[in-house]
């Protein structure tokens, strides 16, 4: 009889704490430029991103001489192709999208996952999306295929930042953790904005 109910114990217990559906979220707001969304890779393509840099001509002005003065991308790019497989964060109106993602140390570590909880951004003329660096979720599925993942406590200790305290994570806890620690700063942006926006009005 004991054996039963703590088998029915730790059954509820972990029926309880299973992690929130993919679908149980979304969220919108035009106004800031952030796209987050589950992506199955399709491909990723290192490409470089230095090729088509043509420069800008100054003329020296100590010679008079036409010089060709270019930047340089110290990062590796790549080309990326991901499925949408749901939109979390902003819509993203087609089922597929390409972006490019910058690495300073190889190949992106989301590409090293099927199935992740991506931050892309538009472009300043909005001709192509950008991963935000580094900035990504891996994302695991339960066997009834609901995706979760996981989120750590950070910890900054004589300047080395360690990761405790796993913890399981629906797509909503992952985004909200994103969102108040790596894009606090955009979501303040706007925020102010939409403020002083409201205060000119009245």
């Known amino acids: 009889m004991r054996n039963y109910i703590f088998i029915l114990t730790l059954i509820v217990l972990f029926g309880c704490s299973t992690p929130k559906q993919l679908n149980d979220y979304y969220s919108e707001d035009k106004n800031i430029n952030l796209y987050t969304f ?7 393509t290192e490409f470089d991103p230095n090729a088509d840099e043509k420069g800008e001509t100054i003329v020296d002005k100590v010679t008079g001489e036409n010089q060709v003065r270019k930047s340089h991308i110290m990062d590796l790019g790549f080309r990326c192709k991901y499925s949408v497989l749901k939109n979390v964060f902003n819509k993203l109106e087609n089922d597929t999208i390409d972006f490019v993602a910058y690495d300073h140390y190889g190949n992106p570590r989301f590409s090293e996952y099927e199935t992740v909880l991506l931050y892309i951004s538009k472009s300043t003329k909005g001709n192509y999306y950008f991963h935000q660096k580094y900035q990504f979720d891996y994302l695991e599925k339960t066997s009834d295929g609901k995706f979760y993942g996981y989120t750590y406590d950070r910890k900054e200790k004589r300047k ?21 620690e790596v894009f606090k700063s955009l979501f303040k942006k706007t925020a102010a904005k939409r403020r002083f926006s409201q205060l000119r009005i009245l």
């Not at 080395?160 to 108040?180: G, M, P, Q």
């Open 38 to 44: 589950v992506g199955k890779k399709i491909s990723v």
């Open 160 to 180: 080395r930042i360690t990761f405790k305290n796993k913890k399981i994570a629906s797509i909503e806890d992952l985004f909200v953790k994103k969102k108040e």
